[in-house]
């Protein structure tokens, strides 16, 4: 049963680029949310994705976007790349339900020069 | 004020020995309680989930919750190596897909010692 994947492991980007992260839920979910997790500090919630919709949001700007795909998939967009956009982005997975807590993947480590 | 609060350590103990960890929070409205372990360059993996007040344990693991007080705290017994690693606790205000989002706290760094 293969739990969260997301791809890539690592990423070395420059300021003003755009970013692309992948991930993929966990078996029997349905639900992705995305966390930033800045060195030294807890993850903080960016988006969650449902249904391929938005369902909710934290206090990210706008150069964070996301998509979901039909199979659950979900990317990560950020636009205009910021030095202060470095950390591990980690995507959480879980049913729409409610019923089960989140799962995390081992995360997309992106570093800015 | 952050809405969870966190020491972050670090925290060294010997083989064997009882740990405690602990997160206070602020939002009355949070509900589900959560402790995940991190390992370096690793996703955070759910230990323990805990919903309201009360105790709930699993192994060497044990979970409480003090709602009044907005505390909550993880205990280790009989500690070893292998729980060498960054402990986040976490917390929701409901399960329900479009407000389940997790705060988490700072994160303690637990070194077990040989």
């Known amino acids: 049963d293969a739990g969260v994947t997301q791809s890539p492991t690592h990423l070395i980007k420059t300021r003003g680029q755009q970013v692309t992260l992948r991930c993929s839920p966990k078996s029997g979910h349905d639900t992705v949310s995305w966390y930033q997790q800045a060195l030294g500090q807890g993850p903080q919630f960016i988006f969650q994705y449902y249904e391929e919709e938005e369902r909710q949001r934290g206090n990210f700007p706008d150069r964070f976007s996301g998509h979901q795909f039909p199979n659950y998939s979900s990317e990560l967009n950020v636009n205009a790349l910021l030095l202060g956009d470095s950390a591990l982005y980690l995507c959480?997975?879980?049913?729409?339900?409610?019923?089960?807590?989140?799962?995390f993947g081992d995360g997309t480590r992106l570093s800015i020069l | 004020q952050k809405e969870v609060e966190q020491d972050p350590g670090p925290l060294s103990v010997p083989e064997g020995a009882i740990v405690s960890l602990n997160c206070t929070y602020s939002n009355s409205a949070f509900q589900y309680f959560m402790w995940y372990r991190q390992y370096s360059r690793k996703g955070p993996e759910l230990l323990m989930y805990?919903?309201?007040?009360g105790n709930k344990e699993d192994g060497r693991f044990t979970a409480q919750v003090d709602k009044s007080s907005k505390y909550i705290s993880l205990f280790i017994r009989d500690s070893q190596p292998s729980d060498s690693a960054t402990y986040l606790c976490?917390?929701?205000?409901?399960?329900?897909?479009?407000?389940?989002?997790?705060?988490f706290g700072t994160g303690t760094r637990l070194t077990v010692i040989p």
């Open positions: 959480a997975s879980s049913t729409g339900t409610g019923a089960a807590s989140q799962h």
């Open positions: 976490a917390m929701s205000r409901t399960l329900q897909t479009g407000a389940n989002n997790l705060f």
């Open positions: 805990t919903y309201s007040s």
